[in-house]
């Protein structure tokens, strides 16, 4: 059995206005994360780590932002379609682990239908799905409200 880890890094920047698609699902915020797609940062994080983890590349190099097929696109989609590409490879998910960066808005009471979300669209148990949220402690780009980040780990095999 083959077994490899890949990691994933996304940030989008916080827009008044707009709507704030996390982990597949809107979270209510009077601010929303600015992108070619709708822009969910922690999904564009898990696709990064899933790619890497197959050596096949990363999500601008399937999904481009000069592409306009992928204007507005709900992000859901793009993740499903990585999960396509790494099972006709042979890949299966193992586990996923992926933090949220942001001062605002407050998403814990939402990372259970994250975490629902996420495993109906890569077609694993809710189990093998961890999402975690924290601040930055009013530091950096997160911490003064200016965007989010989300960093992913997962763990593929074949």
Same mark, same amino acid.
């Given at each position: 059995? !083959?077994? @490899? ?14 709507? /704030?698609?996390? *982990? ?8 929303? +994360?600015? *992108?070619?797609?709708? =822009? $969910? ?5 898990? #696709?990064? =780590?899933? /790619? *890497? ?9 399937? &999904? ?9 696109? $709900?992000?859901?989609?793009?993740? !499903? %379609?990585? #999960? ?10 193992? %586990?996923? $682990?992926?933090? +949220? #960066? ?5 998403? =814990?009471? &939402?990372?259970?239908?994250? @975490?629902?979300? +996420? ?8 189990? $093998? ?11 950096? &780009?997160?911490? @003064? ?6 960093? =992913? %780990? ?5």
């Amino acid at each position: 059995m !083959k077994i @490899r880890t890949g990691i994933g890094y996304d940030v989008h920047q916080l827009k008044e206005g707009l709507p /704030l698609w996390l *982990g597949g699902i809107q979270v209510p915020h009077t601010k929303g +994360l600015v *992108g070619h797609s709708d =822009a $969910d940062v922690l999904i564009h994080a898990i #696709c990064d =780590a899933l /790619l *890497g983890a197959a050596a096949l590349g990363d999500i601008g190099q399937h &999904f481009p932002d000069t592409d306009p097929t992928y204007k507005g696109i $709900d992000s859901k989609v793009l993740l !499903k %379609n990585v #999960c396509k590409l790494l099972t006709s490879k042979g890949w299966q998910i193992g %586990n996923v $682990d992926a933090i +949220l #960066c942001m001062q605002k808005p407050k998403v =814990a009471t &939402f990372i259970p239908q994250m @975490r629902q979300t +996420l495993a109906d669209v890569m077609q694993i148990d809710i189990d $093998d799905i961890s999402v975690k949220a924290t601040t930055t402690e009013h530091l950096g &780009f997160e911490g @003064r409200e200016e965007g989010i980040s989300a960093i =992913a %780990n997962v763990l593929i095999n074949k």
